[in-house]
């Protein structure tokens, strides 16, 4: 089954700085890519997503970039702010009766 | 419109009581899951359903049961509690798998 592995756990970046956090995955089939973010006490809400026909989504700061040909994707949030520290997850899905596979989660601390 | 909503919020239980954790979407979604998310880990699935009637396992689906009688509804069972199964059980559905999920606000489930 599909197999999706996410760096770093954790991430302390310097508000104003850029984090990237970056996912693989392993079934050439997923064609689908979302990000999810996790506040503190909160359910993961959806932040950003991409397919397989598209090579980079960009959304005000945030920017997700996939790379079919190296199976992996990563988020790209530039000018970081303290709201944006949270828990990360990315996932990968095929789609049909499959399921989606979630990545472990990186821990984003932004740093006034 | 509700979205996904699961009840009950908190719950203790002890060793060997049996519950249902309800989780309801009014958003004609095809695809259900619960997952599990024990402190500083990630999203771990228990079941899911890609519709009515139809439902598998996940990666950790020991000790829970799930069904799916209609669209709209899809409770997750603890047959035996353990403290093991103390934990935060989010629900998330979506059209289907290749589509944002959106989720519960979770369940807070302990075990004594």
């Known amino acids: 089954g599909e197999n999706v592995e996410q760096h770093p756990s954790t991430l302390s970046v310097q508000e104003g700085d850029s984090a990237v956090i970056k996912c693989t995955y392993s079934?050439?089939?997923?064609?689908?890519f979302p990000w999810y973010k996790q506040e503190l006490g909160k359910r993961p809400q959806l932040i950003i997503d991409?397919?397989?026909?598209?090579g980079e989504k960009k959304d005000q700061r945030i920017a997700v970039t996939l790379n079919k040909t190296a199976k992996h994707f990563s988020l790209h949030i530039t000018e970081t702010q303290p709201e944006d520290s949270a828990v990360y997850f990315c996932?990968?899905?095929?789609?049909?009766?499959?399921?989606?596979?979630f990545g472990t989660g990186t821990k984003l601390q932004v740093i006034p | 419109n509700a979205g996904v909503t699961q009840t009950p919020k908190f719950q203790v239980l002890k060793t060997g009581q049996s519950m249902t954790l309800q989780c309801a979407q009014d958003?004609?979604?095809?695809?259900m899951s619960w997952y599990r998310q024990d402190p500083g880990m990630g999203l771990r699935l228990i079941h899911y359903?890609?519709?009515?009637?139809?439902?598998d396992q996940g990666e950790v689906p020991n000790g829970y049961n799930v069904s799916r009688s209609t669209t709209e509804d899809f409770p997750l069972r603890l047959l035996s509690a353990a403290p093991s199964q103390t934990s935060v059980y989010f629900c998330?559905?979506?059209?289907?798998?290749?589509?944002?999920?959106?989720f519960g606000d979770g369940t807070r489930l302990s075990i004594l």
């Open positions: 958003m004609n979604h095809e695809y």
């Open positions: 079934d050439s089939a997923s064609n689908y």
């Open positions: 996932a990968a899905s095929k789609g049909g009766y499959q399921k989606v596979t």
């Open positions: 359903s890609v519709g009515a009637g139809i439902t």
């Open positions: 998330a559905s979506s059209y289907v798998s290749n589509q944002p999920q959106h």
């Open positions: 991409i397919r397989s026909n598209v």
